[in-house]
Structure formats: C-alpha cells, structure tokens
C-alpha cells in the first residue's frame, strides 16, 4: 500500500512509526515530513499546500492519504484529493469548518441540543464591549478567535478590562481574519477531558468507533500555571473513567454530534475530537478538532491494537466495518520537552543530548545536523511510556527526565503528567468528586 502522510510534527512521527509498524507493507511517503520521519518514509520537498500534494498525487496515486494538521483539511486538500478519486482519511471542507469555525461550530451545538457553554458571536467592538459589561456568568471570560489560529487564539480574561483589551486586539487583527469575529464565552469548570473519535458518515451509513479518552495538560508549568501551549503531555486511559461515565460521554456529546453530522449532510471519513469538561451538570463541549490532537496521538499509538494502514483505509472508503477497536489494557503517557522561551519564542538550535532512554522518543520539532539532533521547534521531543498502570507509567518518564536521558541547555518539561490523576484515583473518588 502507498501512503502519503501530510505533515512534520509529533503527531505525524507517530502515525508514521505506527503505520509503518503494521502488518501490512506499506511505501509511505510525508509532506514535509521531517528529518526523525525521513527514518521510516520518503520525504518530500514541499509542504501542505493543496498544488503541490495535488500534483504529486495525480502522478503517483497513491492508496490512501492520511492529513495530520487542521490547515489542509479547513482549506479543502481533502476534497481535491478525493476529486482525483484518492481514498482520504480526513473530513471535506465543508465538515472541517467544526475546527476552522467556533462560530459554526457553536451553531452546530446549539441546533442539535450539545451541551456546551452559552456564547455570543461579535464582529465590532461595541457590540462586544456591552456584553462583556454586562456579564453575567462567572469569570474569567473566554473569548476565543473565530478562525484557526495556531492553538493561541484562546483567552481566558480574569478581568473586565482584561476581556475587553483582548476583545480590542482580536478584533483589530491579532490573528489576522480569524479574529475578525470572536466567540465570547462562558467558562466551564471541571474535569477536561480529551476523546478521539472515528468517524465514517455519509448519506447512507453512520459507523464510528470511541477512542480512550485521554487528558492533556495545556499549561507550561507544573500544578497548571503559566501560559497556555498546544500541550505539555498527555495520558490515557484516565484511570478513575467509569463505564458509566464513557456512556455518558457516548450518549450526551458523540451520539448528537454524529447524528448531527448526518442530518446536516456533513460527510465523515477521518477523526472527531472532542474537546470536553465534565462539570457538575455532566459532559460539555469545550470544542472540536476534525483531527488527531497533538500530544494525544503519541499515546494513543502505543495502546491501538490495529493494524492502522487498513483501520484508517476502512475510514476513507466508508467501509469501516466495526464500531470498536481493540486497545491493549495498559497506560500510556507522554512528557513534551520543550525549547527555552516556549511557546511565546522558542529559541532554536541547541544540541539535544540523547543518551539511553527507557522511554520511546517521538521527535516533535528536531532537525538533524552534524552535531546530532538539534532543536528546530518549540515542543522539540517527546518522552512516551507505556505501562500497565498510570503510576508504573509516570515513574517511566519522571526516570528518564532525572536521570537526564534527553536534555539540552534551557529545556522546560512538566514532571507532574498525570500526577493529579494519579492521586485522585488513589483517593477512590470518581469524575463526578471536585477536581481540585
């Protein structure tokens, strides 16, 4: 089977390690890629944009085309692919606006009975600075670009004048057009949680199987400070999940949105991710993703027991014959190692020192040189463990981190992935207690 992988990060040196793990023999080819992905595929020399992967794919036709980033998919690669008659594993255009729009997105929600936070949409700052004065939920205010925005175009404000100096800089073009209309949004408290769906829908069938859900940790620092970044580890299952509470994630946010997707002609053929709080009042949508979440899939590839090259084809050729996968029953977890100055300026070029890890290493953004591997990104490596528990899982990574396996001058990782987890299971309370 040839495979064209879209994509150069983290996300994509693990489904490139995965898919070329498989059984089945695959030729794979990556756009970019990456000098760690250039190990197991063929690199080749252009990036996402649609002329390009069009061109090269009308030559080589290659049987199945994975998309890792949301860009490709929001701006139709998908649908051109699939124009030529190329099996694709991510959604069309149309379906993609559930990531490449809050605004629709939201509309979606409401229409279809989601739960999620109450929001208004505002294009002008007088129309949004009124509902900001008037709040009447607590704070902080979330106001979130319409459009994408590299993972920075959310702002929890703790202030009024907070909210309405980041409603003024949004809409005077912080993020370009995709704040040019902002979502202003209440906030949700709880347990967030992240689920992996996937999803294969079109006019005549609905089949989708449920992932382990999984928990990222979003802030820099340890005990949840600092700023926001596209994610610091991750970890799955979160061990207190009842079956229970899976159904009623199942029921309440993936079964509406699948039906959803139907009754609005919206076609399937990639992953669905839920970005979800589970509050006092049960699961809520916090957003979706119409792909793979970055660091989830490094561990979500260590517990999928498939083989991924025919799982993700069944999926692009909606002939996905099940609605479940087998997962191995262990805990995977996974440490991002971060650049100095992340993730305002990262500051490149350091000489990663790799020594004897235990832990699998997924490179994120590295390059390679004649001094080794060097970082070229701001989330530069990843640390990924699996085990039979969350703890023997921890203990993986937290060896590896003290015992200085992979470190370079300046290098920021978080040590208490799934330490919260961690301890509220031991303390037997489930995702209903205060998650404190």
């Given at each position: 089977?040839?495979?064209?992988?879209?994509?150069?990060?983290?996300?994509?040196?693990?489904?490139?390690?995965?898919?070329?793990?498989?059984?089945?023999?695959?030729?794979?080819?990556?756009?970019?890629?990456?000098?760690?992905?250039?190990?197991?595929?063929?690199?080749?020399?252009?990036?996402?944009?649609?002329?390009?992967?069009?061109?090269?794919?009308?030559?080589?036709?290659?049987?199945?085309?994975?998309?890792?980033?949301?860009?490709?998919?929001?701006?139709?690669?998908?649908?051109?692919?699939?124009?030529?008659?190329?099996?694709?594993?991510?959604?069309?255009?149309?379906?993609?606006?559930?990531?490449?729009?809050?605004?629709?997105?939201?509309?979606?929600?409401?229409?279809?009975?989601?739960?999620?936070?109450?929001?208004?949409?505002?294009?002008?700052?007088?129309?949004?600075?009124?509902?900001?004065?008037?709040?009447?939920?607590?704070?902080?205010?979330?106001?979130?670009?319409?459009?994408?925005?590299?993972?920075?175009?959310?702002?929890?404000?703790?202030?009024?004048?907070?909210?309405?100096?980041?409603?003024?800089?949004?809409?005077?073009?912080?993020?370009?057009?995709?704040?040019?209309?902002?979502?202003?949004?209440e906030p949700l408290f709880g347990m967030?949680?992240?689920?992996?769906?996937?999803?294969?829908?079109?006019?005549?069938?609905?089949?989708?199987?449920?992932?382990?859900?999984?928990?990222?940790?979003?802030?820099?620092?340890?005990?949840?400070?600092?700023?926001?970044?596209?994610?610091?580890?991750?970890f799955a299952p979160i061990p207190f999940?009842?079956?229970?509470?899976?159904?009623?994630?199942?029921?309440?946010?993936?079964?509406?949105?699948?039906?959803?997707?139907?009754?609005?002609?919206?076609?399937?053929?990639?992953?669905?991710?839920?970005?979800?709080?589970?509050?006092?009042?049960?699961?809520?949508?916090?957003?979706?993703?119409?792909?793979?979440?970055?660091?989830?899939?490094?561990?979500?590839?260590?517990?999928?027991?498939?083989?991924?090259?025919?799982?993700?084809?069944?999926?692009?050729?909606?002939?996905?014959?099940?609605?479940?996968?087998?997962?191995?029953?262990?805990?995977?977890?996974?440490?991002?190692?971060?650049?100095?100055?992340?993730?305002?300026?990262?500051?490149k070029g350091s000489v990663i020192d790799?020594?004897?890890?235990?832990?699998?290493?997924?490179?994120?953004?590295?390059?390679?040189?004649?001094?080794?591997?060097?970082?070229?990104?701001?989330?530069?490596?990843?640390?990924?463990?699996?085990?039979?528990?969350?703890?023997?899982?921890?203990?993986?990574?937290?060896?590896?981190?003290?015992?200085?396996?992979?470190?370079?001058?300046?290098?920021?990782?978080?040590?208490?992935?799934?330490?919260?987890?961690?301890?509220?299971?031991?303390?037997?309370?489930?995702?209903?207690?205060?998650?404190?």
């Amino acid at each position: 089977m040839k495979v064209l992988l879209l994509g150069s990060g983290g996300r994509e040196h693990a489904l490139a390690l995965k898919l070329t793990s498989s059984s089945t023999k695959i030729d794979l080819f990556a756009a970019p890629g990456s000098d760690a992905i250039s190990l197991c595929a063929t690199c080749l020399p252009f990036g996402t944009e649609s002329k390009d992967i069009i061109d090269w794919a009308s030559n080589h036709c290659p049987d199945l085309v994975v998309i890792g980033p949301e860009a490709p998919l929001v701006n139709g690669v998908a649908d051109e692919l699939s124009n030529l008659g190329i099996p694709v594993f991510g959604h069309p255009s149309a379906t993609s606006r559930l990531e490449g729009s809050k605004t629709f997105a939201k509309n979606f929600m409401f229409r279809h009975g989601i739960p999620c936070a109450f929001s208004e949409t505002v294009r002008d700052f007088p129309t949004g600075g009124a509902i900001i004065k008037d709040w009447r939920f607590d704070y902080p205010i979330v106001l979130k670009a319409d459009g994408l925005a590299a993972g920075k175009g959310v702002v929890l404000a703790q202030t009024e004048s907070e909210a309405l100096a980041t409603l003024k800089s949004f809409l005077n073009g912080r993020y370009g057009e995709a704040s040019c209309t902002v979502v202003i949004e209440e906030p949700l408290f709880g347990m967030e949680l992240s689920l992996h769906v996937l999803v294969d829908v079109n006019a005549e069938r609905v089949v989708y199987c449920m992932l382990p859900a999984c928990q990222d940790h979003k802030r820099l620092f340890e005990g949840d400070m600092g700023p926001n970044t596209g994610g610091m580890g991750a970890f799955a299952p979160i061990p207190f999940l009842r079956d229970e509470d899976i159904g009623r994630i199942r029921t309440e946010l993936v079964e509406p949105t699948i039906a959803g997707m139907k009754k609005d002609g919206l076609e399937g053929r990639g992953v669905l991710f839920f970005g979800a709080m589970w509050t006092a009042d049960g699961p809520k949508i916090l957003e979706y993703n119409v792909r793979f979440g970055d660091p989830e899939t490094q561990v979500l590839m260590q517990l999928l027991d498939e083989d991924l090259p025919v799982l993700l084809h069944s999926v692009a050729t909606h002939s996905l014959g099940q609605n479940r996968v087998n997962i191995l029953r262990d805990t995977a977890i996974c440490a991002v190692l971060a650049a100095e100055g992340y993730p305002e300026a990262p500051l490149k070029g350091s000489v990663i020192d790799i020594k004897s890890p235990s832990c699998h290493i997924i490179h994120a953004g590295t390059e390679k040189d004649a001094n080794g591997w060097i970082v070229g990104g701001g989330r530069a490596v990843n640390l990924v463990a699996r085990a039979k528990d969350l703890e023997e899982a921890r203990n993986m990574v937290c060896s590896d981190i003290e015992e200085k396996q992979v470190v370079w001058p300046g290098m920021q990782v978080r040590r208490d992935i799934g330490l919260k987890a961690l301890n509220h299971a031991r303390a037997n309370k489930t995702v209903a207690d205060g998650w404190e």
